[in-house]
């Protein structure tokens, strides 16, 4: 199996401005953690005080916490992954195949993703970390764009690699802001009861994959909402004559 190891050099950006990144993780981490404490320890000092309704309202604030302790923990693992070092691979894939996988992933609850494009031509490179990349842009799209909207992936497949466009058609973001979205701990400025839980890593974790894999990602506004779009070009070694693995359909 052909396979080349990569890292993603200053993937986080954090040496421009001598910002600690153990530091910001403490803090990111400390949040969840003291809200947990809180709660918890009320309802152990006043829970038989607390009516029904409240110790719901507790319980239901620590699970909140939780799930959110969750992705922070899994979002820092990933980049610990990326600067460890990857071995990207090299052999033939559908885009569709990838993006099925990326929808399952996600859930079926509340996606709605639609495939456009050259999803059904075949790719080389490696899927996963393809998949990687793209997915904190669909959920950035399905955070952020309308509600119950529809996140359009737009893949067009030539000899030279594949680009994917991953458009929300809701989200009003600048330019300016959208580029400043891929610092790590960046979070869009939508209301608070729209954004999701996770660090603000999710466009840096993309473009740490981009890297990895030899390829840029980045992002524009226009006027139906905001486009962010990954290219990937076919790996510099030769890719092994393995057939594409048929997949489900759609």
């Known amino acids: 199996m052909t396979q080349s190891q990569t890292t993603a050099p200053s993937l986080l950006g954090l040496e421009e401005d001598g910002r600690d990144l153990f530091g910001l993780a403490a ?6 953690l003291a809200c947990i404490r809180g709660f918890v320890s ?24 939780t799930d ?16 460890g070092g990857i071995e990207a691979l090299a052999r033939p894939f559908r885009p ?17 993703v639609r ?3 050259d999803v059904d031509s075949e790719a080389v490179g490696d899927a996963e970390l393809v998949k990687l990349a793209l997915r904190p842009l669909v959920e950035n799209g399905l955070t ?20 994917w466009e991953v458009h929300d058609g809701g989200s009003r973001l600048t330019n300016e802001r959208i580029s400043q979205l891929f610092r790590p701990f960046t979070r869009s400025d ?29 992002g524009r506004a226009d006027e139906q909402g905001t486009v962010f779009w990954v290219e990937v070009p076919v790996p510099a070694t030769e890719a092994q004559a393995v057939p594409a693995a048929e997949g489900k359909q759609e």
């Open 27 to 32: 803090h990111k981490l400390n949040t969840p």
């Open 42 to 65: 009320t309802l152990l000092q006043r829970g038989e005080q607390l009516d029904t309704e409240t110790v719901q309202q507790f319980l239901s604030l620590v699970l909140t916490q």
């Open 68 to 83: 959110r302790l969750q992705g922070l923990v899994r979002d820092f693992l990933l980049l610990a992954r990326v600067n």
């Open 96 to 112: 569709r195949d990838v993006l099925l996988n990326l929808v399952d992933d996600l859930g079926t609850e509340g996606v709605r």
């Open 115 to 117: 495939f456009a494009g």
């Open 144 to 163: 952020y764009g309308p509600r119950l909207g529809m996140v359009t992936v737009t893949v067009d497949a030539g000899p030279e690699g594949t680009a």
């Open 190 to 218: 939508e209301p608070v009861e729209r954004r999701g839980s996770g660090a603000g890593l999710g466009l840096t974790l993309a473009r740490a994959y981009a890297q990895v894999l030899g390829g840029t990602v980045g």
